[in-house]
T-cell receptor
Framework: GNSVTQMEGPVTLSEEAFLTINCTYT??????LFWYVQYPGEGLQLLLK?????DKGSNKGFEATYRKETTSFHLEKGSVQVSDSAVYFC???????????FGAGTRLAVHP | GAVVSQHPSRVICKSGTSVKIECRSL??????MFWYRQFPKQSLMLMAT?????????EQGVEKDKFLINHASLTLSTLTVTSAHPEDSSFYIC?????????????FGPGTRLTVT
């Protein structure tokens, strides 16, 4: 079946450090891939998306590239800020109408 | 941006009682709403999809008689946990999708923490 695996957290970084959060997936067909972010006390928000192989999604300095050959969609940011502290969820949508399958979430803590 | 609210944010109830959680889209009409459940350090698991004016579609393994979903208007969906037990304690999250949007355009509420004692 379809599933998403992402690296366990928490990830703790200093401000301006480079961020990578790994995400791999298993899916039948050709899924769309997403990163959602949840800031403290708020609902999940769509951060970026990619709908086909080799697409790169980007937003707010974050990037992720849809790699079909490695079934991955790793999230990266070149220089994190304290305000990036949140929980990040990798997700996919495949084969059906309106169904999102989420990874477990990775908590990021950025310190000054 | 689109805002979805949930009420209450936290609720504690006794075993055997029922509790209702509301999900509202505040500035848009939502033809489709989703209910998720999240256990600590685990994924959000889709419980059911509800479309305004019709019966909800439940995911495999979710008891429809235990988790009653009503989507009576384009801005409100409710989840009622009936005869709650301690194993129902969890974080419940709703999302809403405006008409015409693709499946990933879901706007999420902040969640409701249910504790059953």
């Amino acid at each position: 079946g379809n599933s998403v695996t992402q690296m366990e957290g928490p990830v703790t970084l200093s401000e301006e450090a480079f961020l990578t959060i790994n995400c791999t997936y298993t899916a039948t067909g050709y899924p769309s891939l997403f990163w959602y972010v949840q800031y403290p006390g708020e609902g999940l928000q769509l951060l970026l998306k990619a709908t086909k192989a080799d697409d790169k999604g980007s937003n707010k300095g974050f990037e992720a590239t849809y790699r079909k050959e490695t079934t991955s969609f790793h999230l990266e940011k070149g220089s994190v800020q304290v305000s990036d502290s949140a929980v990040y969820f990798c997700a996919l949508s495949a084969g059906g109408y309106n169904k999102l399958i989420f990874g477990a979430g990775t908590r990021l803590a950025v310190h000054p | 941006g689109a805002v979805v609210s949930q009420h209450p944010s936290r609720v504690i109830c006794k075993s055997g009682t029922s509790v209702k959680i509301e999900c509202r889209s505040l500035d848009f009409q939502a033809t489709t709403m989703f209910w998720y459940r999240q256990f600590p350090k685990q994924s959000l698991m889709l419980m059911a999809t509800s479309n305004e004016g019709s019966k909800a579609t439940y995911e495999q393994g979710v008891e429809k008689d235990k988790f009653l979903i009503n989507h009576a208007s384009l801005t409100l969906s409710t989840l009622t946990v009936t005869s709650a037990h301690p194993e129902d304690s969890s974080f419940y999250i709703c999302s809403a999708s405006p008409p015409g949007q693709l499946s990933y355009e879901q706007y999420f509420g902040p969640g409701t923490r249910l504790t059953v004692t």
